[in-house]
Each structure stands twice: as C-alpha cells, then as structure tokens.
C-alpha cells in the first residue's frame, strides 16, 4: 500500500500497519499491571478463522514462503491435498492468550514446547487453550498448558471431529503475581 509520510501507519516491507490508539496508549503506559491472581486449573480460551491474506501476511512477516502454505497446485500433490496454515501462526493464538488473558498484561515468556499433532488449513476454526498447571509463587513462574483443537473442517472424518492441532506447554514469568 502506498502511503504519505504523514500517516499515522508505517510502511514495512510494503505492508501498511495501522497501529490503533489503544496499542499506543499501552506501549506507551506506565500503570503497573494489577496483581495476577491464579489457581491451578484456571483456563482461558480464543477463537480464530484464518484467512488467506493472514497468511499470506503471515508469510511476508516471517520470510517462510514454502509453498504448502501459499500454493493450491503445489498443496494439491502434498499428503494434505490443500495449503495448510504455518504452524507458528496457529501458536501464535497461544501467545495471545498468555499476553491478554491469562495471566494476561506484563507476563513473558520463558517457556515454550510445541508439538505439532494435525495441520490447520485455512477455513478451520482453532480454539487455543491455556490452562494453568502449576505456580511457583515465589520465582513467579507459572507453568500452563497450551493447546489447539480444531473442530470438523478439511481434515476433520466428521464435522462434529475434534482434532488436536498444536498440543504444548509453557513457562510464565509473571513479576505481579500474588503471593497471596
């Protein structure tokens, strides 16, 4: 996308970002995130379709341009027979959740293992689950579980199919986790 030099996106690699006022406001913020309080067993959960430009975008952001992922004739000679969604991107879910849900704001990462079960193909509705597993209050390390499922679509015996995507585990450094 062309853009004047007076828009508030920025041109990377020819792709126009349009930050919102509300990322902005939290880069730039300096309120202290409130106190995360956890129980084992606690699970947040996101919901996402995606589409063939995300991953195209997808694609153009992280330089993988192996055809599986943006090649229908290609992908038709493959054991999956259609493009299938970059591993990383379904993950990506996971990240969000850890990053604006549970625990949410200020937490990092440490940790992640990925285990990569059955493919997403675009179309497919991912549901990313993270579930907490254990607290050690004191380091403020939390450890969760990470999953994605996919329910029906292209690779899916049935439409009522629940197929394991993505099945993991992470490490959370959360330094405003109560003690209490």
Known sequence: AVVSTQSTGMIRNKLLITPSKYAFSRLYSTSTPKPARLHVGQCEVLKKVFDVEEVKLFSQLSTDSNPIHLDKEYASTTRFKHPIVHGLLTASLLSAVVGTKLPGEGSIYVKQVLNFKA??????????????????????????????????????KTEKEERLVIDGEAVIYIPHLSTE
Do not use: R
Not at 121 to 148: H, W
């Open 119 to 156: 493919p997403v193909f675009v179309g497919d509705e991912v549901t990313a689950t993270v579930t907490v597993k254990s607290i050690e209050k004191e380091k403020k390390f939390v450890t969760m579980s990470t999953v994605c499922t996919v329910v029906g679509g292209k690779g899916a």
